[in-house]
C-alpha cells in the first residue's frame, strides 16, 4: 500500500494506480463502518483509494475538531491489511494551501437538519469532497448510508459540477444491539452507551409502523421523540421525516423519505436515519 501525504506525491502515485478507481473518503479513527465501504470499492473496482483527513471547514468553533479521535498508524495499518492501494494523509496546510479560498456551497439542502445546528458545516463537507474528487478523478466513491444528509449533499454536488463519478452509498453498518458505528461512539461511557440503543430503536420502531401502513409523517415524528425523550441519558435534538431526494419535512409520505435525527448522549452527539422505501 502506497502513502501520499503531498497533492504532487498523490498525483503521481494515482496515476499509476489501474481504472476503474474506487475512492472511499475518510476522517480517520476507522471502524467496520469504514472496512464496509473498502470491501464495496474492492468488489467493485481494480484500485482502491482512501484519504484520511479531519477536515476543519466542516467543524464548527464549539465542535470537537481539536479532540476528534485519531490513530493514524492503527487506520493504516486496517488500510492495508482490506487491500486499499493507496491512501492520501495530507495535512491541513496541503489541503488548504496558503491562499485557498474556493467555498462549495450546495444551497438550501445543506442548511436543513444538520446544516442548521451545525452551520458552514456542509460547506466544508462540499469543499473537501470536490478536492478529493478533483485530486483523484475516481471512477466511485463511496459514502455511508449513517450520514444521509452527507450523502444527499454529495450526491447534488457531483451531479451539478458534472464531476464524472458515480456516488455509491453503502448501508449503515450496527453493532448487534443496533446502534450505529461512530468514531464518537468512543465518547460514551458504559451506561451512555446502553442508553444510545433507543436511537435505533425508536426508528426502528418508526419503520415498521410504516411498514404497517402508517404515512401520517407527525406521527412517526411523534413515535421517535417519545422513545427518545423516555431515556434519561439522551437528551434529543431533533427528529426529521424528509424527502429522500430534496430534504424537505413532509405531512404525508407517498414516496421514498428518511427518518433521521440527533441526540445527544453524555458529551456524544449521535446522528442515525433509516430510509422509508
Keep these: 500500500m502506497k502513502v501520499a501525504s503531498t497533492v504532487e506525491d498523490l498525483r503521481g502515485m494515482q496515476r499509476e494506480l489501474p481504472r476503474p478507481l474506487g475512492l472511499v473518503p475518510t476522517m480517520g479513527f476507522l471502524h467496520d463502518g469504514h472496512l464496509a465501504l473498502v470491501r464495496a470499492a474492492r468488489e467493485q473496482n481494480l484500485s482502491v483509494a482512501a484519504s484520511i483527513f479531519v477536515n476543519p471547514k466542516q467543524f464548527g468553533p464549539s465542535e470537537d475538531f481539536a479532540s476528534y ?15 486499499v492501494d493507496l491512501v492520501f494523509v495530507p495535512s491541513v496546510e496541503e489541503m488548504y494551501p496558503t491562499g485557498f479560498s474556493t467555498v462549495v456551497d450546495v444551497g438550501p439542502i445543506g442548511d436543513v437538519l444538520e446544516g442548521a445546528r451545525r452551520p458552514g458545516h456542509f460547506r466544508g463537507v462540499a469543499t473537501v469532497v470536490a478536492r478529493l474528487l478533483g485530486l483523484f478523478q475516481p471512477q466511485r466513491a463511496y459514502f455511508g448510508q449513517k ?3 452527507q450523502c444527499v449533499v454529495v450526491k447534488k454536488l457531483t451531479r451539478e459540477l458534472g ?69 434519561p441519558l439522551a437528551r434529543l435534538d431533533y427528529v426529521s421525516v424528509a424527502d429522500a431526494w430534496t430534504l424537505e419535512e413532509l405531512q404525508h409520505i407517498n414516496g421514498a423519505a428518511i427518518v433521521s435525527m440527533a441526540a445527544w448522549v453524555g ?11
Excluded: C, H, W
Design 267 to 277: 458529551k456524544a452527539r449521535l446522528i442515525d436515519n433509516v430510509l422509508l422505501m
Design 147 to 149: 450520514d444521509a444528509q
Design 163 to 231: 464531476f464524472p463519478t458515480d456516488i455509491v452509498v453503502v448501508p449503515t453498518v450496527r453493532e448487534p444491539d443496533g446502534l450505529a458505528l461512530s468514531s464518537r461512539n468512543v465518547y460514551l461511557s458504559p451506561a451512555e452507551r446502553i442508553a444510545a440503543r433507543v436511537l435505533s430503536a425508536s426508528l426502528r420502531s418508526a419503520l415498521a409502523a410504516y411498514q404497517g401502513g402508517e404515512r401520517d409523517a407527525d406521527r412517526l415524528r411523534d413515535q421517535v421523540s417519545q422513545m427518545v425523550t423516555q431515556e
Design 69 to 83: 479521535p485519531r490513530d493514524l498508524n492503527r487506520d493504516l495499518g486496517l488500510l492495508d491489511t482490506a487491500g
